[in-house]
């Protein structure tokens, strides 16, 4: 633990699991204490001694974050206070009103106008293109349309397919009965309804349609970057995914991770953030595509993701980045995690149950080497705390029986 012989406080907005995978990089690395602000109180971050819990209503309201950034700065005038987002929407509103914030706080991102780019899953996939990055095939849709029009033939693939919103944060803002993240269309009469389901609804921006590949959660690869306020990659760590979450709104969110090294892949992603000037946390989801071997993009987000602690564990602690780029002002060399780990968020149980057979194979023998960690059980934060370790061993059970429910062994 280094000691930084200052008065650093991280100031997460959110309250979920990636804020307290930041909070615990922040006392890992420094020892120190995040103050999470949040429209209300979330178990993970509850009981625990390394983030204070600051309760705002209405916190997705541009005034009301304002308000409350302004009094937090107030409240502790002489620190160096550093800002970061645990969700996509907060990561938007930090940089919509960056200029606003900067003169009290760190906001290590991108201006709006590159965010309205990379946050449209169109404009995304048209940089992929640039820079040879594969993404699955794709249809873009600005309107409802008739199913007639929606036919595998004019769409170029095959159903089953998937609809997802173009602008995820535009999407949230829009909530009816039967949201998803991500649905699957088994035909076109039913990809006309959903289309027309989440119209409906008063999202405004653009829809995907898109060829769907096949696979277990094995076939997922998740990337993380940090670029520096160079605008040049510091740090990149790229994740096997073993194991995702499958509720209906948390379908997608990682689960269990083991390292994997493919600068080949990587290379690309790293030419595209330097090349339009990004700076802060990225972070990529990538499918394999079995059925000619390509690693194919989805998304980027703006932020570090909910799983940001598979990063930390693999040795690229993003606290330090951070805070040696920001704080103490280092030149700091670039950096890929090669060597694998195993992560998890929910209990090893259940990732021996229902992922891939293989990947357990190799997430056991990771665990027999000591190259393993789990978000949750924190010594540090577990010691003298019979509270917090009440509610991970409930937290656990409980993901026994959502998987129980929502997800099929895989083999």
């Excluded at 932020?303 to 704080?327: F, P, W």
Aim: proline share 4%; charged share 25%.
């Amino acid at each position: 633990m280094e000691d930084l012989n200052m008065n650093v406080i991280p100031v997460l907005i959110g309250a979920d699991q990636n804020c307290y995978n930041v909070a615990r990089a922040f006392h890992e690395q420094y020892g120190l204490v995040s103050h999470a602000i949040g429209r209300y109180a979330i178990g993970i971050t509850q009981h625990t001694s390394i983030v204070k819990f600051h309760a705002v209503e209405n916190l997705n309201s541009d005034d009301t974050f304002m308000m409350a950034m302004d009094d937090f700065a107030k409240q502790h005038e002489g620190a160096t206070l550093i800002a970061l987002g645990c969700t996509d929407e907060y990561a938007a509103m930090l940089i919509r009103h960056r200029e606003e914030l900067e003169d009290r706080y760190i906001i290590p991102y991108i201006d709006e106008p590159l965010m309205d780019k990379l946050v449209d899953k169109a404009d995304f996939y048209e940089m992929c293109e640039k820079y040879a990055i594969k993404y699955p095939k794709t249809v873009v849709l600005s309107q409802p349309t008739a199913a007639a029009e929606l036919t595998a033939d004019k769409l170029g693939f095959a159903y089953p397919i998937i609809v997802k919103p173009s602008s995820s944060i535009d999407y949230w803002h829009h909530p009816f009965d039967g949201m998803k993240k991500v649905y699957t269309a088994e035909s076109a009469e039913e990809a006309a309804k959903i289309v027309e389901t989440i119209y409906d609804s008063g999202y405004t921006k653009r829809i995907i349609l898109q060829d769907r590949i096949l696979g277990s959660d094995a076939n997922m690869r998740v990337l993380t970057a940090y670029v520096g306020k160079d605008h040049k990659v510091k740090m990149m760590c790229l994740g096997h995914v073993l194991l995702e979450e499958h509720t209906p709104k948390g379908l997608g969110n990682h689960a269990a991770i083991i390292t994997e090294y493919n600068p080949e892949l990587t290379e690309k992603f790293r030419a595209l953030l330097e090349d339009i000037g990004y700076r802060g946390f990225a972070n990529f989801d990538i499918k394999y595509d079995d059925r000619d071997g390509s690693l194919n993009a989805f998304e980027i987000n703006l932020r570090q993701g909910r799983s940001n602690y598979y990063v930390t564990s693999s040795g690229c602690n993003i606290a330090k980045y951070l805070v040696e780029d920001y704080v103490l002002c280092k030149d700091i060399p670039f950096f890929e995690a090669s060597e694998p780990h195993f992560w998890h968020y929910v209990p090893r149980g259940v990732v021996w149950r229902h992922a891939n057979k293989a990947a357990v194979r190799q997430a056991k023998q990771l665990v027999r080497a000591k190259k393993a960690s789990s978000s949750m059980w924190y010594r540090y934060d577990v010691l003298r705390n019979p509270m917090r370790v009440l509610y991970l061993i409930e937290h656990g059970r409980r993901f026994y029986k959502k998987y129980k429910v929502y997800c099929p062994d895989q083999g």
